[in-house]
């Protein structure tokens, strides 16, 4: 558990670590873009994963070379879903969904992840019956 004025950045390092000392072993995790810079590489010299951020196609983008009379083309406006990212979204709606885990009322971490497995059974559970036989 961190502060709430720690950076998700400059916390990833212990969340990642902890996550490894507890025996989890992830090959790839989609990172947001503010996870950027000397964490990509150390998790992979430390943790031996690949940390692959999610940006829009133009990120980085600053000019774009075009024909003499062509028009450049056209920065989407507004939301765009993200390769990945909804998945994350979809998950974090889906737990909401749960009153337990719909405010943060635990007081030990532990609990909030045992909260969280069991509301991920409790959705696999209700799939199962549903597509079942």
């Not at 990642?16 to 990172?31: D, F, T």
């Not at 765009?80 to 998945?87: H, I, M």
């Not at 009322?105 to 079942?132: H, K, N």
Request: aromatic share 10%.
């Amino acid at each position: 558990m961190q502060p709430a004025d720690v950076a998700d950045r400059d916390g990833a390092r212990e969340v990642l670590e902890r996550a490894w000392g507890a025996g989890r072993r992830l090959q790839k995790i989609w990172v947001d873009q503010g996870y950027r810079g000397e964490l990509l590489a150390w998790a992979k010299e430390r943790l031996g994963t690949v940390l692959e951020v999610v940006q829009h196609a133009w990120a980085g983008v600053v000019a774009v070379w075009t024909g003499e009379g062509e028009a450049p083309p056209a920065r989407p406006a507004g939301f765009q879903v993200l390769p990945w990212r909804w998945v994350v979204e979809r998950t974090f709606a889906w737990l909401g969904l749960n009153r337990r885990l719909s405010k943060d009322y635990e007081y030990l971490p532990e609990t909030s992840e045992a909260m969280v497995q069991v509301a991920m059974v409790r959705l696999m559970l209700r799939r199962l019956a549903r597509d079942g036989p």
